[in-house]
C-alpha cells in the first residue's frame, strides 16, 4: 500500500485477507530475456571471452597499404559503371572544359552501358532465384532451375567518338557478358589490344584490362594470371589510375589464386595487405583461410605456420574468435594447434595472452594457465587468472584479482581516438541467441558483483550490477537483498533526482549505466517503500508520470481509513482505491522480479528468484544463509503473481464491509473485486463469490451470479450481461 492506515482494525482487516489470497505459479514462456548470472551458477563467471578477429588483425601493425579499396555501398557493376562514366568525361576534356560533343558521348556511351549493367542484374536475381533441394537419389543439396529466367542478352553497339582505350574495355566487357560466346578469347583479345596501346593512350582503362585479364585467367592458367594481378598493381604505382580500387582487389584474387595452388602462407601474406588497403572482404577471406587451416592441416604444416610470427597471430586470433566455445571438435582444433606452437617455440609475449584464452576455450586449463604465466599482468590475462582461480575454488583470491581488473576495464570508451586494445574488444555471448554480445567491460563488472553478493557484500554487489547493466541481477539484490533502508541510502548516495545526475556528471560522477537504471532503480524503491506503507518517503523516487496516480491513491487511502469519516464515503474511497491498485499497481508497487514480473511487463515468469536462489548447487556463486533469509523476509504480501490484485481485491472487500446488503453498489464491488482473481485464484475468488450471493441475492447482480455459480459478466455500466443457461441433454 501508499500510505499507513489510520484504522488498526482496516489494517489488520487488510493484511488477514491478503494473507489467504496466493496464486500458483505461471508457466514462463518468452522470446529473449535479459541477461543475468544470478540464474545461472558459477556458469556465468567461467564463461569464456570471444576476441574480435577484425580488431586483432588491426594490431599487427601492418606497414602502411600501397594502395586503397574502393567502397561505395553499391553493387560492382552498378560502380564500375559510375567510376567508367567519370574517367570518360574527364579523358574527353583534358582541360576540364564541357563540351557539347563530349556530353553528348558520354550519354550515348551511359545508355549502352546501362544496358549491360541492367543485363548483370538480371543474371544475377535470377542465380538468387534458385531454389535450394534435397536430391534423394544423390543425397545431397542441390539447385533446382531458376524461379526468376535470366534476361536476354540485349543488343550493345560501341559508342562513335570514343577515346580508342575506352571502346576496347567495352568491347572486352560486351564479349565477356555475352553467355552467346562460350570462348572468352575475343573478350581478351580485346583487353590485350588496350594494353598495347601507347602509355599515354591507355591511361584511364589499362588497370580494368590487366585486372579482367588476371581474373578471366585464374582457373586455367594460375601463373598468367598471378602476372596479370601483379600488373595491375605495377601500372597503378606508375600513375594509371585506378578509380575502382582494382590494385587492392588484384591482392584479394592473386591471394585466392595462391591458396588454391596450396600456398597458404603466401596468400595470407596478399589478404593482408588487401584487409591494410581497407578492403573489408580481406577479414572473411583470412578467417576462411584460417579456418581451413585449423581443421585440415598437418602436424607439420601447423608448425611451419606457427613459426611465422605474423601468420600465428592470425591462426590464434581466428580461433579466439570463434564462438564455438564447448565444441569438440573447436576444442581439439585448438589443442593441435596450441601444440604446434608449442613446437614452434613461440615466446611472444603479445601471443601468451591470446593463446591463454584459446587454450581457455577449449577447456585446456594447465595450457592455460602455462601461458598466462609467460604474459604480462594485462587486463585480459587477470581476467582470464580470475576465472581459472575460481575454477580452482580459490574464490577469495579470484574475487580479488577481479576487483582490480574491473579498473582496468573503463565502462565509459576512451576520450581519445587511440587503437582498441586487445581487452577492449573481448566479449561473451549473450544468455540467450537473440540478446546480443556483452562487452568486456560489463561482464567483468558484472562478475565482480556476483562475486561481491556471494560474499555479502550486498550493496557493493548492487552497484556492479546495476553499473554492468545486469539488471535483472541488480534488480533482486535491490528488492530481495538489501533491506529498504539500505536501498534508500545507497539510492540517495548515489542515483539523485534527474537533475542532481546530471550535474554530478558534469563533475566526473561514474558513468550512468546503459538502460537510463538510475530512473529504474529510484522506481524500483518507490514500489518498495510503497508494499511497506510508506508512502510519503515514496513519492520522491517515482517517475513524474506516475506522481499523480500515487498522489490519488494516497488521498482514496487516507480519507478510506478516516474513521471520523461516514461510512459511505469510506467505502467509496476504498473502492477508488482499489481501483487504482488494480489498474496501476504494477508500476505503483508491483515487483520487478517475482512474483509480478515488472520486468517483463508481467508477460512472463522468468529470471532470478529467491527459490531458485535457495536451490543453487554448492559453488563459488552459492547464495549464503544470510542472503536467504533476507530475500525470504522481503517477500512481497501475498508471494502470488500479480500479487497487487490481490491488494486491490482485499480493499474492495474493506469497501464492501462499510456498504448495505442488498445494495446494487455492494453488489458491483464485490463482482468486480472475486473477478480480478478469479483467473488467478479460484478458490480465494469464491470467497468473494459466496459473499455476493449471501448479502445481495436480491439484487440482479447476486441473483444471476446464484444461478450462475460464479461470477457475472458486467458491462460498461455495472449490469449484469444476460446469462443463458446451458442445455441438458
Known sequence: MRCKLKSSRTKAGVAALLAGLCSGPLLACGPNFPNSFLDTGDQGLLVAPVADFSGELARLNLEPARFHAVTNGGTFAGEAAEAELRDLARALQPEGQPSQDSAQICARHRAEREKLTAYQAGVEKSQVSRPLAWDENTKEWIYGPPA?????????????????????????????????LTNKEPAREAWRRLLSLPAPDRHYKATWAAFMLGKSLQRQDPARATAYFRRVRDLCEH???????????????????????????????????QFAAGDLTAANSLRRVASTVLQTATAGDLKALAADKRIERVITACLISRRRAGDLEEAQRAGRWLAA????GVTDLESAEKLALAAYQAGEWEPAQRWLQRAPATPAAQWLQAKLWLRAGKVDQAAALLAKAALLFPLAPPATNAPAQFQDDLTVPGSTYLSGEITASRQVLGELGALRL???????????????????????????????????????RNWPAAADVKQNSEENAAPNPPGDFARQIRHLLARRLARLHRSAEAREYYPAPWRPRADALARALAKGTDTNSPAEERAGALFDAALITQTNGMDLFGTETAPDWR???????????????????????????????????????????????????ALAWQAALLMPDNSDQTARVLCRAGSWIKNLDAQKADVFYKALVRRCRKTAIGGQADRMRWFPVLDEAGNPLPFQPPTVK
Not at 550493345?156 to 560486351?174: H, K, M, Q, R
Not at 606452437?341 to 614452434?344: C, D, G, L, P
Not at 560474499?455 to 535483472?472: C, Q, T, V
Open 341 to 344: 606452437v608449442e613446437a614452434a
Open 148 to 180: 526468376v529466367p535470366p534476361p536476354e542478352f540485349p543488343p550493345i553497339v560501341s559508342t562513335a567518338g570514343l577515346p580508342e582505350e575506352f571502346a576496347d574495355y567495352f568491347e572486352g566487357a560486351v564479349a565477356w557478358a555475352n553467355p552467346a
Open 599 to 649: 520486468i517483463h511487463d508481467g508477460y512472463f515468469e522468468a529470471g532470478v528468484t529467491a527459490a531458485m536462489r535457495t536451490n543453487q548447487h554448492p559453488a563459488a556463486l552459492r547464495p549464503s544463509e544470510d542472503e536467504l533469509r533476507r530475500a525470504g523476509e522481503s517477500a512481497a504480501v501475498p508471494e502470488a503473481r500479480f500479487h497487487y490484485r490481490f491488494q486491490a481485491a
Open 454 to 492: 556471494a560474499r555479502r557484500e550486498y550493496a557493493e554487489a548492487l552497484d556492479a550490477l546495476l553499473r554492468s547493466g545486469f539488471w535483472m541481477d541488480a534488480a533482486y539484490v535491490a528488492e530481495r537483498v538489501l533491506t529498504v533502508d539500505e536501498l534508500k541510502n545507497y539510492v540517495d
Open 239 to 273: 600513375g594509371f589510375v585506378d578509380s575502382l580500387g582494382l590494385a587492392a582487389a588484384s591482392l584479394g584474387l592473386e591471394a585466392q589464386t595462391e591458396w588454391q595452388q596450396g600456398n597458404t602462407a603466401g596468400a595470407m601474406e596478399l589478404y593482408l595487405e
